[in-house]
């Protein structure tokens, strides 16, 4: 059943003034207002999950951005900001799972510099996943930027090193200088 637009419209207008103005909170609330009118719009949305990340409430807005993803399946930004709301909350790990997950989206839509991108921020998050690492390594390596792919092949050996398993650090890292025996 569709909702009255005169409110809807009402509310967007008053959630944009408050948001031009700072008032979060009041923002929050009419656009809460709009969407009990018409619950798909995703630029509703999309004001309301902004305006409750201004005013700190990031748990809220990871699901709003979320359910903006969900309805915009083929648009990375929506993820791109679930993962820098998971940063702020000290949620590191999470936030490299989205990026991956934003990384993977790229590659299907044949960006791959931007994927490697990607990749790269949920490598500073979580330094010692491997999976990561092998995947940045490949790019790199299809890209021919063969000291970058053997950076990162010395990443992995690195990581199996600390985790005690000699045998595949010295695997990849025989791998890193038969990519780059000059470095």
């Known amino acids: 059943m569709p909702g009255i637009k005169s409110v809807y419209q009402d509310a967007i207008k008053k959630g944009h003034n408050a948001a031009w103005d700072g008032q979060w909170t009041k923002a929050v609330a009419e656009y809460r207002r709009a969407l009990a009118e018409f619950p798909d719009d995703v630029n509703v949305r999309l004001s309301l999950a902004h305006a409750l990340e201004e005013s700190g409430q990031f748990e809220s807005a990871v699901r709003e951005y979320r359910h903006v993803a969900q309805a915009q399946p083929r648009d990375p930004i929506p993820l791109t900001h679930v993962a820098e709301m998971q940063i702020k909350m000290r949620k590191p790990g999470e936030a490299a799972a989205t990026y991956l997950s934003i990384a993977e989206m790229y590659l299907k839509f044949k960006l791959k510099s931007k994927a490697i991108e990607t990749w790269s921020k949920a490598a500073e998050l979580e330094p010692d996943r491997t999976d990561v690492h092998q ?49």
């Not at 930027?145 to 010295?170: H, N, S, V």
């Open 135 to 183: 995947r940045l390594a490949e790019a790199y390596e299809q890209n021919a930027q063969r000291p970058l792919a053997a950076q990162e092949y010395l990443a992995i050996a690195r990581i199996y090193q600390k985790r005690g398993d000699q045998t595949k650090a010295l695997s990849f890292a025989q791998r890193a200088v038969s990519i780059d025996p000059n470095n």
